[in-house]
């Protein structure tokens, strides 16, 4: 059999669904990092799947990466179950209601009539009366809740309620990098450098957080930084095809005569300090003299 027509299926010990979560949560690290403010620093993995710690208070974003049922759904059991880890980690002080937005981020096109009552209440008579109007809609056609939903629903109401009122919920399209560029387009990145820029902010935030999981420290980064790093490095692709556009398009007695030629790259640093006090630099060739 030709190797193109191999036709390989995972595994019993393969889980690409649960590779896609992993994965994903990058991506909302990232989407995260160009959307908070410069005083922010994000975390994977630190006190909830990705977090985002400022002087205005936390957001503990659950992230869900389903796509084929439905995670928000009135009876759905990753957002009952996301609701009853967030009351542990209420009851166990590891997260403080008063100034914590409480995300449930999915990034397929999902809804839920329940999911939405509870993300629009802002007010305390808002959280109770969506309260009220999902045990009416949970019970219409049984008589008994599953455990994951009568343990939230039993829960203390002096925690359930003020949880429902700093809960959000947000999705994307179901096209991770579409929507990331989507967010980078709205920054200064000059719409032709796109998906250059996207690639390296994607690998970057990926080698910082690996980097310092490896050292055994937290997966953390400051939103500042992140900026400082991207910004460098649009500016010096940007600087680098207005060279390219000056010298024009080379004339064939110029690449005649520098056949004999022998090449060597060399860095030119401090091209022009930029406005954050970092340097940038690009890569041009000198001939040596023979």
């Known amino acids: 059999m030709a190797q193109n027509e191999t036709n390989h299926q995972p595994g019993k010990t393969q889980v690409p669904g649960q590779l896609l979560g992993y994965g994903l949560q990058y991506t909302r690290m990232l989407s995260l990092l160009l959307e908070s403010d410069s005083s922010s620093v994000v975390s994977l993995e630190v006190f909830e799947d990705v977090g985002v710690e400022s002087g205005e208070g936390t957001v503990a974003s659950q992230t869900k990466s389903s796509t084929t049922k439905n995670p928000v759904s009135n009876s759905a059991e990753p957002l009952w179950k996301t609701l009853q880890n967030w009351l542990d980690a209420i009851k166990n002080k590891q ?10 981020y999915v990034f397929g096109d999902f809804d839920g009539e329940i999911c939405t009552l509870f993300s629009e209440a802002t007010s305390e008579v808002d959280a109770q009366s969506a309260l009220s109007s999902a045990k009416k809609i949970l019970l219409k056609d049984v008589k008994h809740l599953p455990k994951h939903i009568s343990d939230v629903l039993g829960a203390d ?134």
Request: proline share 3%; charged share 25%; aromatic share 12%.
């Open 95 to 104: 997260l403080a209601i008063h100034n914590t937005v409480f995300e449930l």
């Open 157 to 290: 109401e002096n925690e359930l309620v003020p949880l429902i009122m700093h809960f959000s919920y947000e999705h994307g399209s179901g096209q991770s990098i579409e929507d990331l560029k989507q967010k980078l387009s709205a920054t200064f990145i000059p719409e032709e450098f796109l998906d250059i820029v996207l690639t390296y902010a994607l690998g970057w935030v990926k080698k910082e957080v690996d980097t310092l999981l490896e050292q055994k420290q937290t997966a953390a980064i400051a939103v500042a930084a992140f900026r400082r790093e991207i910004a460098a490095y649009a500016r010096s692709i940007v600087f680098s095809d207005c060279f390219a556009d000056l010298a024009g398009p080379a004339r064939p007695e110029d690449i005649e005569k520098s056949r004999s030629q022998r090449y060597v790259r060399a860095y030119v640093h401090e091209v022009y300090r930029a406005l954050d006090g970092n340097f940038a630099s690009f890569v041009v060739t000198q001939p040596l003299e023979r």
